[in-house]
């Protein structure tokens, strides 16, 4: 056998392996819902009493859809504060983190009160329920 066909060999089992492991895929689909559903009731008693996650739904606050990527201060229905309007951050993940750890310290001048998130776990859930919000162009969810 050459080398090059011993490594072929070599190369189809581990691609083989790789294979196999494949149900750990599964698993983590239904990690990632459970984690979307947790992140619904955490948002439903944390957040929902000021936002919407649909444009239909009236709310106090800005929309939160396709809040993941968004600009701070865009969404155009909404009067905000001159802090968050000029902040110029975009809500990446981290972003969102330092928010819901510390609103009113990340951006001093916010007008949402302050909430202080600071379990991990619990800043995932709520992160992958807003992801689960997010569409890459923007658009809206149809639920
Ligand atoms: C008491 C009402 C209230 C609660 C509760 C609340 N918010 Fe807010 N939120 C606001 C208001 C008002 C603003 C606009 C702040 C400003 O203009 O400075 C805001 C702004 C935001 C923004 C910036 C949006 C944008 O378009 O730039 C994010 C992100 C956000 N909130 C996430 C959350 C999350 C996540 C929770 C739950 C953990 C939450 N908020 C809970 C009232 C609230």
Redesign the pocket.
Known sequence: MSVVRFLACGVAVVTGLAGMALPAHSSDAAFSKIKIEAGEK??DS??R???AADAKDPS?????EN?IG??????PD????T???ASGIV?TEAA?RA??ED?TGF?P?????H?G?TDRTVQDF?IAY?ESITTRDGKEISK
């Open positions: 955490l948002f944390e957040c009493r000021c936002h106090y606050g800005p929309l939160l809040i968004r600009g701070a201060g865009t969404y909404f009067d905000y504060s802090a968050l309007e809500w969102l928010w819901m609103n951006m001048g916010t007008k949402m009160r909430v998130i709520i807003l």
